[in-house]
């Protein structure tokens, strides 16, 4: 039976102790244990200073790949090249990436030049009435009144 092969995607350093971080180290690591190929492409960026742990831990089974980025010139989150995301993306029969935006709209429009399944999660809670992204993820508000 062939083992089922998932890579992670982060645009943060992966030893960053940030709750996103800690779970794709743990859920790897419990996949790797089921006898699953798991890979993680992270970059070195981190969201503000602080001090980063050693990912020495992890088993050397699971294969870790970090890619180069593109910082906003003010405030937002590393842009993964996507480039890096492409050539690993068919080593693998699923994707499961951490919903920074806008890395997961961008690899979403590069989706078409993969045929393989994306999951896009978001580990951080949504925020209707500040954030214009995490509205794309909240289904319509329906336009009727139900005292009708």
């Known amino acids: 039976m ?14 960053y102790p940030g ?3 800690r779970w794709l180290c743990e859920v790897g690591m419990r996949l790797r244990e089921r ?15 602080t001090l980063v742990m050693d990912i020495t ?23 993964i ?3 890096s995301i492409q050539r690993l993306l068919n080593d693998y029969d699923l994707s499961y990436m ?3 935006s806008p890395n997961e709209l961008r ?7 993969v045929q393989k399944t994306l999951i896009v999660g978001i580990h951080s ?19 009727w009144n139900e005292s009708f």
């Open 2 to 15: 062939e083992r089922l092969g998932i890579l992670f995607v982060t645009p943060v350093k992966l030893g």
């Open 19 to 21: 709750g996103a971080e």
């Open 35 to 49: 006898r699953r190929n798991v890979g993680i492409l992270y970059t070195n960026w981190i969201p503000e200073r």
């Open 57 to 79: 831990s992890l088993p050397k089974d699971i294969k870790l790949y970090e890619c180069s980025f593109v910082k906003p010139p003010l405030r937002g989150v590393a842009l």
């Open 81 to 83: 090249d996507i480039s």
């Open 98 to 100: 951490l919903a920074y």
């Open 107 to 113: 690899i979403r429009f590069f989706r078409r030049l």
């Open 125 to 143: 809670f949504l925020n209707l009435e500040s954030d214009f992204i995490h509205r794309l993820y909240f289904p319509p508000t329906p336009i």
